[in-house]
T-cell receptor, first 112, second 112 residues
Framework: DGGITQSPKYLFRKEGQNVTLSCEQN?????MYWYRQDPGQGLRLIYY???????QKGDIAEGYSVSREKKESFPLTVTSAQKNPTAFYLC???????????FGPGTRLTVT | DQQVKQNSPSLSVQEGRISILNCDYT??????FLWYKKYPAEGPTFLIS?????DKNEDGRFTVFLNKSAKHLSLHIVPSQPGDSAVYFC???????????FGAGTQVVVTP
């Protein structure tokens, strides 16, 4: 079955620690994205990548970092510099130049 | 500043009736619009889209209308079914491929 997997579903970390969220897709999509969702707000774009070894900042990239070493994988690191890291994080992928994005189930990160 | 707004956080509708979800945007550069549906604990799934060269797009029970002069789009679901109970997000793109602005979502509850 083709799709996007995000792990883990729930993640708890202490303040000051970096944490990496996993995103893997087997849809053979070139483009991948990371979004953040906060209560009462829409999805906000953190980073996106259209091709391996290349990525661009989205609207709220500060405090986050990504890598795209493989087509299938686009991990997101939430660094200690991110002031409000507690949120629901969604990964998505798409065929380049098509608008429809396919989303994973999300990871809920809680930092205390 | 939110460029895409869904001003109704929730909507309750009887089974069999029409659900109308609204979305307003402020950026005149937006030229492609999508609606996504999200169930709890799952990622959003693509529902229907519309390009700015059209004013209507239909797919089964779902129709999206676009009024460019008013910077307004709406999603009609006819007839509403219990399985339509979900959060619906509208999203808009235009300035840069791959970058979408999402609304905050509308929770639809379809009652028997």
């Amino acid at each position: 079955d083709g799709g996007i997997t995000q792990s883990p579903k729930y993640l708890f970390r202490k303040e000051g620690q970096n944490v990496t969220l996993s995103c893997e897709q087997n849809l053979n999509h070139d483009a991948m994205y990371w979004y953040r969702q906060d209560p009462g707000q829409g999805l906000r774009l953190i980073y996106y990548s259209q091709i391996v070894n290349d990525f661009q900042k989205g609207d709220i990239a500060e405090g986050y970092s990504v890598s795209r070493e493989k087509k299938e994988s686009f991990p997101l690191t939430v660094t200690s510099a991110q002031k409000n890291p507690t949120a629901f994080y969604l990964c998505a992928s798409s065929i380049v130049l098509l608008y429809e994005q396919y989303f994973g189930p999300g990871t809920r990160l809680t930092v205390t | 500043d939110q460029q895409v707004k869904q001003n109704s956080p929730s909507l309750s509708v009887q089974e069999g009736r029409i659900s109308i979800l609204n979305c307003d945007y402020t950026n005149s550069m937006f030229d492609y619009f999508l609606w996504y549906k999200k169930y709890p604990a799952e990622g959003p799934t693509f529902l229907i889209s519309i390009s700015s060269i059209k004013d209507k797009n239909e797919d089964g029970r779902f129709t999206v209308f676009l009024n460019k002069s008013a910077k307004h789009l709406s999603l009609h679901i006819v007839p509403s079914q219990p399985g339509d109970s979900a959060v619906y997000f509208c999203a808009a793109s235009g300035e840069s491929w791959g970058k979408f602005q999402f609304g905050a979502g509308t929770q639809v509850v379809v009652t028997p």
